[in-house]
Each structure stands twice: as C-alpha cells, then as structure tokens.
C-alpha cells in the first residue's frame, strides 16, 4: 500500500443478497422455503426483510416458518439436530455468522440435510474473509 492511499472495500447489503437469492428462487420456481438463523445481531431485521420480499411479491410463495437457533445452549449437539429436521422445506434460508454456519452445517450434514434435495442459501455481509472455506 502506497503512502497516502486508501483501500476501500464494498460488499452487498443483507437486502442485496436477498432480493438476489429470491429472483432465483422465483427463476427456478421454488416457492417453498424456510428461515433459519440464530441469535447473531440483525437476525431480526433479517426476517422482516424476508417477510417484506413475500408479501410485496405476486408469487405464491409459501414461507414455511423461522427457526432460530441459540447455539450457546447446543452448539453441536443432538437438539440442534433434531431442531433442523423439524424444518420441513427444502430450500433454507441461513442468517447467522461464519463460525455458526460452521457449526450449522456440521450438525446438518450429521442429521442428512446437507446432500441432494437441500439447497441452503447462506446470508450475510460477514461471512468471508478466510482463505479456507468450510465442507
């Protein structure tokens, strides 16, 4: 970095990613969805946006509920297993931090929804910045 330069770096707004993530949703016609985040600050501004998206929209979308997880209470274990199976649409919405998504995914591969037939859309402007990317 030269003297007297800047580095600026511009990532897309949780808005952003979401309005992109539902125009492929209503490109390949999944309708069906659900929320899962966990108690990462703006979860909650997270699900109004996702509710404003669905009820401003003329697709039929069918939101199939929110899950939100506290991880402090069962970071990995067999509730936040069971919990993710309880979620029954294929297509998930994930808000939460990198090393909860981590963990997330961890416990969702071990309960058998992570393979074909899951699609999982992860969100959030925090969830880069490593040069290994998780399973």
């Given amino acids: 970095q030269e003297k007297g ?3 600026l770096q511009l990532g897309s707004s949780t808005e952003q990613q979401l309005q992109v993530i539902f125009e492929v949703l ?3 016609d ?3 969805f659900a929320v899962v985040t966990t108690l990462f600050p703006g979860y909650e501004d997270f699900v109004d946006y ?3 998206l669905t009820d401003s929209s003329f697709i039929g979308w069918e939101h199939r509920g929110v899950l939100t997880l506290n991880l402090t209470d069962d970071p990995e274990g067999p509730s936040l297993r069971r919990q993710l199976r309880e979620v029954s649409a294929q297509i998930r919405l994930l808000y939460c931090s990198r090393e ?3 963990a997330i995914f961890r416990a969702a591969r071990e309960a058998g929804l992570a393979g074909p037939g899951y699609i999982w859309f992860v969100v959030g402007t925090n969830l880069g ?4 990317l998780p399973e």
């Fill in 30 to 32: 999944w309708t069906a």
């Fill in 129 to 132: 910045g490593s040069d290994q």
């Fill in 5 to 7: 330069s800047t580095f």
């Fill in 100 to 102: 909860e998504a981590e």
């Fill in 26 to 28: 209503e490109e390949y």
């Fill in 50 to 52: 996702v509710e404003v």
